[in-house]
């Protein structure tokens, strides 16, 4: 049993699911499962999730990892593949590929003059940059990319098409709008399938659900909303960070806490020093004032985080003891509260723990 624990619900994660396909109704589900399923653990969670209609990932050793696993469901590799050799394994492991540059498009037509008589049936989902500038063809390459594309024999000539918002999490910026309305002109001339919605479109843009929808934060029970938390649309938090209290420690008025001295007490109290630190993943930009739960109490860190241990102020009236849990972040203390409190993401935060942290499931 390691120090620091992240406990994973497959209840939470099977309710997030179902709440998703709610949501959505008829949309099909791509469950994203990239970064080893959001710091999650990336075949256990496909195991929960196998009733998906497809798997993102970002990168080609993703794909493959679920495919050594036996798993059989589609995988949509969302980055799509880096170079020509890579589309050989594309087809042998029958997985989707997104192509997002005429340059990938260049890569398949090598790649169908060196194997001229291959029979498969790649497919490829083509994605077009409406503004996230990033990764995707511009508009106006759309019409020869599918050209070029539709004279490739090992494609599948049912081409569907992506794009990505930049900024789905703010209901009051209207360039989520332009960014839908853009793409659904561009491709209304054309046949394939359509999908437009990470969690954020899913939860605040009805209009992006389309054919299929990408859900990656809302599996695990976290809000991608600014300002919002998973709880208020009805997710439950999947992970549950805890370790324990291993000294209290009195301390007088005026003296300081940890490297750097950068916290002063400004009363007598008492401080418990508690086994988690960046060396865990935790942030150490978590700022004097963070929560975590002792005893189903809030209490706040003081002092900087170092590497093996958090220091926080119980003050005088506590009932802590030496070896009580203490949760970080989960159900009753919002992982999105703590990634303000560090000035990041709690996306950052899911998935930034290290190997000293064990990842158990439990039902
Ligand atoms: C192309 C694409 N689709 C979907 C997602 C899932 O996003 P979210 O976790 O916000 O649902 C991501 C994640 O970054 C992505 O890159």
């Known amino acids: 049993m390691s120090a620091v624990n992240a406990v994973i619900s497959r209840k939470a994660v099977r309710h997030n699911f179902k709440r998703i396909k709610s949501i959505v109704k008829t949309s099909r589900v791509i469950s994203v499962l990239k970064a080893n399923a959001y710091g999650h653990g990336v075949l256990e969670m496909a195991r929960i999730l196998v009733d998906s209609d497809a798997f993102g990932v970002a990168r080609l050793e993703e794909a493959l990892e679920l495919r050594n696993a036996d798993f059989t469901t589609p995988i949509l590799l969302m980055e799509g593949f880096f170079n020509t050799a890579d589309i050989e394994v594309l087809i042998e492991h029958d997985i989707q590929t997104v192509i997002h540059s005429l340059e990938q498009v260049s890569q398949l037509e090598a790649f169908a003059k060196a194997h001229s008589t291959l029979t498969a049936n790649l497919k490829v989902w083509l994605k077009i940059d409406t503004g996230m500038n990033r990764l995707g063809i511009a508009p106006s390459q759309l019409d020869e990319a599918l050209a070029r594309i539709n004279t490739l024999g090992f494609v599948d000539s049912k081409i569907n098409f992506m794009t990505h918002f930049s900024c789905a999490d703010d209901l009051d910026n209207c360039f989520t709008s332009e960014q839908m309305s853009q793409f ?76 750097g001295a950068h916290w002063k007490t400004e009363r007598d109290t008492q401080l418990a020093v508690i086994a988690i630190g960046y060396g865990d993943g935790y942030p150490r930009h978590a700022k004097a004032g963070t929560p975590v739960l002792i005893n189903g109490n809030r209490y706040p860190i003081v002092g900087r985080v170092s590497m093996d241990m958090v220091t926080v102020d119980l003050g005088n009236e506590h009932q802590v003891s030496c070896g009580d849990p203490v949760i970080m972040w989960g159900p009753q203390l919002p992982v999105e509260e703590i990634a303000q409190w560090s000035d990041t993401i709690c996306y950052e935060l899911i998935l930034q723990l290290t190997s000293r942290v064990d990842i158990k499931f439990v039902e």
């Not at 809302?218 to 370790?243: H, K, V, W």
Request: proline share 7%.
């Open 184 to 259: 659904y002109t561009l491709v209304e001339p054309h046949d394939g399938e359509l999908t437009l919605a990470n969690s954020a479109g899913i939860i605040a843009w009805p209009d992006s659900h389309a054919d299929w929808v990408r859900p990656g934060l809302l599996l695990y029970g976290c809000s991608p909303m600014l300002n919002r938390i998973g709880e208020q649309d009805d997710f439950i938090a999947a992970m549950t960070l805890s370790t324990s209290v291993i000294a209290i420690k009195p301390l007088a008025k005026g003296e300081n806490v940890g490297y």
